[in-house]
């Protein structure tokens, strides 16, 4: 190369060899140079480089390693995208912004470490890097765009730190191997189909700071079996978890006003739905298809019930029908009396100062009245009790 080039764009289909080193002379590295190089299998990019434009290496499918030199401050846009060899690339501290589609289709990647300097994470940034098995998102990133991480199969964890308040649509959509995944305390916006098709996730929880659940959000997760939606969440979209074959009970906190048409269509085992405030407005088919013995349990202090819910029956959650003090004047054990639906799994919690409360018994109510008996009861000044499904 001339020793005074200062940027190379060559046209695609030009035979390249094997190896590929960019002279010190170069500053810029133009759209689509080396696109469909095929042949190529590694680069050095010295350090005079600050520009790596978009495409520039595209379909370089024999790729396996490159090193980003450090003046450049973006991963442009389908950088490296089809890049099927590629399993291996470092990201220098300069970079701020990975651009849509920089490394989609990488399906050798097994582990990328993002900077802490990258704010951005684009539209289907790592979309099909099948081998990704883990990401760490740095604090500096506020959001994750929409299919940023879709149909990444091989990916089992992902760690999002404080600073995230946003998954846009699709993010980690089709992940089948992810099982798990936190959000942080300041988390607000869960975006349409966000996790959908995650079918090895196996548990979640709603924070607080998040008012809806997006449409389909979670939709098609067959193995999720516990689900927490804090209070706080206002709606339920459309088959936010529709087809979540694995869940069998759900508690819905009584800040949600509104449900979602199918949001729990197809949830084949579902036979638990504990209303924890007044009847939400129900879209169409919400409940279509779970099961026939499924049931709504509402407390008995709430409005707006009915018979039946979404066509569901429903009934009042137990109610404990005595209670009184521990202080007994013959020392004999304290006998609380529960009522409810036969099969009803109940738990009946403990406390000496109504802030501190302590799992006492869990109880099947084989009768319509069960008593039980608390024979420590005797050993208290004072003991207070609640009950609660489990």
């Not at 516990?226 to 209070?231: A, E, F, K, L, Y």
């Not at 407390?299 to 009184?324: C, K, M, Q």
């Amino acid at each position: 190369m001339h020793p005074h080039l200062t940027s190379v764009t060559i046209p695609t289909g030009d035979p390249i060899p094997s190896g590929v080193t960019i002279p010190p002379s170069v500053i810029s590295i133009g759209p689509y140079a080396f696109s469909g190089c095929t042949s190529i299998t590694s680069v050095t990019i010295t350090s005079s480089v600050t520009s790596i434009m978009p495409y520039a290496f595209s379909g370089c499918s024999s790729l396996t390693n490159v090193t980003i030199p450090p003046g450049v401050t973006e991963i442009a846009f389908g950088m490296f995208s089809a890049c099927t060899s590629l399993s291996n690339i470092t990201i220098p501290p300069s970079v701020t912004s990975i651009m849509p589609y920089a490394f989609s289709g990488c399906s050798s990647l097994t582990n990328v470490t993002i900077p802490p300097g990258v704010t951005n994470i684009g539209d289907y940034a790592f979309r099909d890097c099948t081998s990704l098995s883990s990401i760490t998102i740095p604090p500096s990133v506020t959001s994750i765009m929409p299919y940023a991480f879709s149909r990444c199969f091989s990916l089992t964890d992902v760690t999002i730190t404080s600073a995230v308040t946003g998954i846009g649509p699709y993010a980690f959509s089709r992940c089948s191997s992810l099982t798990s995944i936190t959000f942080p305390s300041g988390f607000a916006i869960l975006g349409d189909g966000a996790f959908s098709e995650c079918t090895s996730l196996s548990s979640v929880t709603i924070p607080s700071s998040v008012r809806g659940i997006g449409n389909a959000a979670f939709g098609g997760c067959t193995s999720l079996t516990n689900v927490t939606i804090s209070p706080g969440v206002i709606y339920i979209g459309q088959g936010a978890f529709g087809g979540c074959r694995s869940l069998t009970s759900v508690t819905i906190p009584a800040s949600v006003t509104g449900i979602g048409n199918s949001a729990f269509r197809d949830c084949t085992f579902l036979i638990r739905l504990v209303f924890m405030g007044n009847q939400p407005h129900l879209g169409r088919g919400v409940f279509q298809g779970i099961p026939g013995n499924a049931a709504v349990y509402y407390w008995a202090d709430t409005n707006d019930w009915a018979l039946t819910y979404g066509g569901l029956p429903t009934r009042v959650f137990p109610e404990i029908a005595s209670v009184g003090s521990t202080a007994l004047a013959d020392g004999a054990p304290f006998v609380l009396t529960v009522s409810g639906s036969i099969g009803d799994t109940v738990v009946v919690e403990t406390s000496e100062n109504l802030i501190t409360w302590l799992p006492f018994s869990t109880n099947v109510l084989d009768a319509a009245s069960v008593a039980i008996t608390d024979p420590q009861s005797p050993l208290f000044d004072r003991r207070f009790y609640r009950v609660r499904l489990p």
